[in-house]
């Protein structure tokens, strides 16, 4: 048996040594890592978002590219080209950025939303096509993008069904005082991204991602995560509620979270933990809400004190 809490901490150590004092954000990544999920980071500029996405394909020894999003980008730039070849008289295919196993994809709310498709089929089908062929993304496949708050000049909100495709959402937010003194002190005489090591094999983290996938949810946690997302599309402060992907990585999220913590069972804490991250990015909140200053995170918070939690029950054969 896999053990994925040893090969989580390892991670998150190694991480650490670059990211300082964010070690729930650190978690989460993993936490998508093992369900082959996506992360929107979203925070100001400069608070470590391309750093932490470096950090990881580091650790774990994966490929790693980085596309910066602008306003004039093409999907082509992404996905890559079919260029004709004089010698052979036929097309080939010239790979994009994409093509790699950990992607950045920094400030992707600057890029307008045709670009932004793009990297549609590669987030949810695993695959890009170009001019008619498909071509498969290489395993493990993760996109971390990173874009700023929308009220800053020059970007374009994501439309939902991207924001869908993303497993979760996180923000860094500015260090402590204490954390950021030790951040000026690592980066003194050279930055600790330059000597992070790989902690964990690829194939390390492939069985990992198959073995949370055994993880015991008793039916009663599969209530309570459909009753949290039937909650959001009943809400009346909320125009357009969670889809069924929002059930299903409460779910997978919540395996993954009790095997980075040692157990081989969900509780009803996980999936508690992880509703803000999966939820809140997934939810439309009403113009007459949004007036009055409500949002998605006060929503979810809300439902996690209102819907019933369910009570403990004994496992089949205990």
């Not at 992707?108 to 990297?119: E, G, V, Y």
């Not at 009790?258 to 009803?268: F, H, K, Q």
């Amino acid at each position: 048996m896999v053990d994925v809490r040893e090969i989580g901490q390892r991670v998150v150590d190694n991480v650490e040594k670059v990211i300082v004092g964010k070690s729930d954000e650190v978690r989460l990544c993993i936490v998508a890592l093992l369900c082959q999920g996506h992360v929107l980071i979203e925070d100001v500029p400069g608070v470590g978002k391309t750093m932490l996405a470096k950090a990881l394909a580091r650790s774990i020894g994966c490929t790693f590219r980085r596309i910066q999003f602008t306003p004039d980008m093409l999907p082509s730039d992404i996905t890559g080209v079919s260029v004709y070849n004089q010698k052979t008289q036929e097309f080939e295919f010239r790979p994009g950025p994409v093509m790699t196993q950990i992607l950045l994809t920094d400030e992707i709310n600057r890029a307008t939303p045709k670009t932004q498709s793009a990297l549609l089929e590669a987030m949810e089908e695993r695959q890009v096509t170009v001019d008619g062929i498909t071509h498969p993304m290489p395993q493990p496949f993760l996109v971390l993008a990173t874009q700023n708050p929308i009220e800053y000049e020059g970007t374009f909100p994501l439309p939902e069904a991207q924001l869908d495709r993303f497993l979760l959402r996180l923000r860094l937010g500015y260090p402590s005082a204490r954390d950021e003194v030790s951040i000026l002190d690592s980066q003194q005489r050279r930055h600790p991204i330059d000597s992070l090591d790989r902690v964990v094999e690829v194939e390390e983290l492939q069985e990992a991602q198959v073995a949370i996938r055994e993880i015991y949810v008793d039916d009663l946690i599969k209530e309570y995560v459909v009753s949290l997302v039937n909650a959001t599309r009943n809400h009346a402060d909320i125009y357009l509620g969670a889809s069924p992907r929002g059930s299903l990585a409460l779910h997978r999220g919540g395996q993954a979270k009790s095997a980075l913590e040692g157990r081989d069972y969900v509780i009803p804490d996980d999936i508690k933990a992880l509703a803000q991250p999966m939820l809140a990015h997934r939810l439309i909140v009403s113009p007459s809400a949004r007036i009055k200053n409500v949002d998605a995170s006060a929503v979810i918070a809300e439902l996690l004190d209102t819907v019933p939690v369910p009570g403990a029950r004994l496992r089949a054969g205990r």
